[in-house]
């Protein structure tokens, strides 16, 4: 027993905050950050208007549409997030609410931003064991509202966003390899009632370091090549991060795509909305072989290879 992605979703705030803005409120310059990060601009949430749960719902809304379903088909939600509005109750069952699947059952996972990932390979575990038929994952995230506008080190990197997929049992397999490093976790920190802190340098090189080595496992795991692999959809942290995994996996950057230019690092909402970006625009089609792959606070990380 396997899974496959039936549908995806996405849902971007309409503000949309260049790097030319944020060059009127700190010292940095278009220039710098393209060359370190790769990124342009990024949508930022907006007074009440826009929340973890309204985008959340908005991309849930489109994947399960795209999915051909309806709210009541869907047996659990979980949504990934690292930056809910309230401690209690979860956004899963908010967007529960929202949605109208009363019949769902729902929580939340913090993994940053391997969370989405993360979340999906809790789906496949339920599915595969028979527990659930149709799950809806969801990565939804306002870093905005976490960060400190005035660092320059990391103000720079986040937007906001939030993905979606349904998912359901079929013959296809998932394969995933997890992990975490307690230990370097005072790299990426957020505490209660404060905002973001960040090693860059460390980050980068965890980056670097663990993911060519977890996607390789993966792909030992599933009996699989590198080269067989179609594409490589990795979390939207930077561009160099991206560079450079590509190198260290010796594939060429072609078979990784990226929005990260427009959208910056949206935690765990990046890799469903590329996904869903790429499915949208038949970038992605069926039969071929994915990569995802996810890194970030906690450390987290993970990668998982399925044949879309
Ligand atoms: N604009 C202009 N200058 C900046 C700047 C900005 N936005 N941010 C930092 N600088 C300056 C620093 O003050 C420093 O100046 P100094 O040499 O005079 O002290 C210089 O640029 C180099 O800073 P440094 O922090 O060493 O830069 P870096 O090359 O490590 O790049 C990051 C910084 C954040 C882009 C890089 O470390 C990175 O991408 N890390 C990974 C972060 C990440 O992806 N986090 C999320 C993971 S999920």
Redesign the pocket.
Known sequence: MGIKILGTGSALPEKVVTNFDLMKT????DE??RE??GIGARHVVTGSFDTETTLGTNAARRAIEAAGLLACDIDLILVATCTADDRLPCVACKIQAALGAGQAAAFDINA??AGFLIGLSVAEGYLSSGAFANVLVVGTETVSKIIDWSD???A??FGDGAGACVVTRSDSAFTFALGADGEGGDA?RCSHNSTVT?D??A??RF?TRTVPKVINEVLAKAGMKASEVDKYVL?Q??M??IGSIAKGLKEPIEKFPTNIENVG?M?SASIPVLLDELVRDGKIVAGEKIVLAG???GLTYGACVMEY
């Open positions: 700190m010292d940095t310059s710098w950050i370190r990060t940053a931003c320059r080190g990391s720079i990197l990426l960040m860059g340098q980050v980068y980056a979390h942290a930077n160099r991060i690092n935690s890194f970030g606070a």
